[in-house]
């Protein structure tokens, strides 16, 4: 068994007078003048921002450093066809009765005609960055999580090219079943935290429809086709220590600060580009903080695991192809070269896996909880992986979480994979469900087995 986990503890620097302001990096910057005024112009190729020549009066220039992220845009599309329970009693002994008592599922959304994975995932990505009003030029990071990619070395780099990122940022694909997009989300702020990104877009895609065997109405009647992203942003803090005049500004991020207001959150960059402003005389010092508080951050903490015991339980193997390894009379195999392979459908089995989860999952969001130093009433949404209408009530019933503040589409949509966290959130947000600074405990479960939590805020 395999596990990671994580949380991101406050750290503020104390306030104190510094009369000597030590010596601090410079990077891609210059000076212009206009009207009496000093301007420092940081050009931010990534989230780490340094200044440090000094200002007219000899005082060092403010540094910008990333130490937190924020979940900025969200998006989902799904395709046009959709299949009711009634649909599949024409293909299965089955009823809508019998499906939605079992499953809480009465419809899903299936690929079809010329319809591909991808454009969903386009799509989704589209409106998320529409959403957080950010380029696709300004992208840095796409994380495609999808254990049904339509080449078989990967789908990202193709989402990349249909977003028009013209400067070729970084797009692989990321396979952990219907834990997926939890992993790239915890991905995405471990890059914002550590690797100086500035936009990481997370999409959850899957067409598992695609891998279903039509004829079992034990699986054919989970899954659904859909896609949904996320944009994750970097979340830049300013510390003021010391400033002897009465105004300073930040340039084209939302107006000025006095000084005595002692922080600024800094959440989008326009075009990369930071100018901090200050007076001939004026002395002043900026300093980071090393990390962002629980009332800032966007992923507060998280919890994930794995177990390959558990891979009998839910899986879909490669297929075998009829091989006779004998040896023929050269000395040769038989069967060589290979033919082609294909995976088989889905195999599951439907108790073991809900045990599983109704077992794991709660184990997974307290821990996440306790490392995010939360309890369970300060959560104000569960957002779990929509498998099972009875596993999301299990968990809330463990959790002690009203089902009023469970969020489930599951009904709509079926088990969409990697992409049922972010588009039952897509659905809550632009419904006016979750507020900014809502605080979501969310968990992903799967196959591999796999599963996780992360507790995050929106907005």
């Keep these: 068994m395999a596990n990671a986990s994580g949380y ?14 030590p010596c601090i990096g410079i990077c891609q910057s210059g000076f212009t003048s206009a009207e009496g005024i000093s301007k420092r112009v940081f050009c931010c190729s990534s989230s780490t921002i340094e200044g440090a020549e000094a200002s007219p009066s000899g005082t060092r220039v403010p540094r910008l450093i990333s130490k937190g992220c924020k979940l900025v845009g969200c998006g989902s599309a799904v395709p046009s066809l959709k299949v009711s329970n009634d649909d599949l009693a024409n293909l299965v002994d089955t009823s809508d ?3 939605s008592s079992r499953t809480g599922i009465r419809n899903r959304h299936v690929l079809a005609g010329n319809e591909t994975m991808t454009a969903l995932a386009v799509t989704a990505a589209q409106k998320a960055l529409q959403m957080a009003e950010v380029d696709p030029d300004d992208v840095d990071l796409v994380l495609m999580c999808t254990s049904t990619p ?18 070729n940022p970084l797009a692989y694909d990321i396979t952990a079943a219907c834990s997926g997009f939890l992993l790239g989300l915890v991905s995405a702020a471990c890059y914002i935290r550590g690797g100086g990104f500035s936009n990481v877009l997370v999409i959850g895609a899957d067409a598992l429809t695609r891998y279903v065997n039509w004829t079992d109405r034990g699986t054919c009647i989970l899954f659904g086709d859909a ?6 942003q970097v979340l830049l803090l300013l510390y003021i220590l010391e400033s002897s005049w009465s105004r300073w500004y930040v340039k084209g991020l939302g107006g000025s600060l006095d000084s005595n207001d002692m922080w600024v959150i800094i959440t989008q960059l326009p075009a990369n580009r930071v100018e901090i402003g200050y007076g001939p005389m004026a002395s002043f010092e900026l300093r980071c903080r090393t990390a962002c508080n629980s009332e800032e951050d966007g992923l507060f903490g998280f919890d994930m695991h794995s177990d390959g015991d558990g891979q ?29 392979s294909s995976f088989s459908c889905i195999e599951m089995k439907g108790n ?17 909880l ?32 009203p089902p009023e503040r469970v969020i489930s589409n599951l009904a709509n949509y079926g088990n969409t994979s990697a992409a049922s966290i972010p588009l039952a959130l897509d659905e809550a947000v632009r419904g006016g469900k979750v507020k900014p600074g809502d605080t979501i405990a969310t968990a ?16």
């Design 8 to 21: 991101f503890s406050p750290s503020i620097p104390s306030l104190r007078k510094r009369n000597n302001p």
């Design 97 to 99: 009765e019998w499906i």
């Design 150 to 167: 339509e080449d078989l070395f990967g789908s990202a780099p193709q989402v990349q090219k249909a977003l028009g990122c013209k400067n």
């Design 227 to 232: 896609a949904g992203a996320v944009l994750v």
């Design 312 to 340: 009998k339980n839910l899986n879909a193997p490669l297929c075998e192809n009829e091989v006779d390894h004998a040896l023929g009379s050269n000395g040769s195999v038989l069967g060589f070269p290979p033919g082609p």
């Design 352 to 368: 073991e896996v809900f045990r599983f989860a109704v077992r794991c999952v709660p184990q997974a969001i307290e821990s996440a």
């Design 370 to 401: 306790e490392k995010a130093g939360l309890t369970g009433s300060d959560i104000d949404w569960l957002l779990l992986h929509q498998a099972n209408q009875r596993i999301l009530d299990a968990v809330a019933t463990r959790l002690e979480v």
């Design 444 to 459: 992903g479960f799967g196959a591999g087995l796999t599963w996780g939590s992360a507790i995050v805020r929106w907005g």
